[in-house]
């Protein structure tokens, strides 16, 4: 069985999982040092995973957000003013 694991947006602290009555659960997310076996073959040794004091939903970080596009955005600005002192 896998269980779903969220992804984390940056800088998100707390849970925004919502319950059966569509209310937000707002738990604390922290560091889950000792993930289990199934969750570990699910995303891997290497990444971290948190999980919601109140529900245990998992989330793991946007991996995407860290790497490629925070490249982007030191190169896009740059682009974009050339563009414009083109015009
Ligand atoms: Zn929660």
Redesign the pocket.
Known sequence: MTKAIKEKKPGQRA?D?RDAKGEL?V?HLKRWFAPDEETLKQVGKEVEIYR?E??H?LYRPASTDDSSAGLRFTVRPVSLLGGFLRK
């Open positions: 849970c999982e659960c738990g919601c109140r529900c939903t």
